[in-house]
């Protein structure tokens, strides 16, 4: 199974706790009808998806995965209008 660090501007969104509902339904969700969403990588880090990173983890498949389509350079300032329906972004 692949492994990944986590890139450090993906902590602008904060992580599910393993033990919460809803990391829990995430993985039942991933079990059931696999993972759509993919995981994008940013320098061979995650950049996006650790929580389904993590839900692959868990089920012991790898995580599909894609490379970012936004510049390095600008990543910082472009990530919170790349993902704008994260509902538990932080203020």
Known sequence: MKTY???PFADLF???DKDSV???ALI???KANRQY????LLEGKILDGRNRYNG???LGRDA???TPVIDGEKVDARL???LPDRRFRRA
């Open 64 to 66: 599909i995965e894609a």
């Open 5 to 7: 660090e986590f890139h």
């Open 22 to 24: 809803g990391f829990k």
């Open 56 to 58: 692959c983890q868990h």
């Open 28 to 30: 039942e969700d991933i």
């Open 80 to 82: 919170p209008s790349r």
């Open 14 to 16: 904060p992580m599910l």
């Open 37 to 40: 969403e993919p995981v994008v």
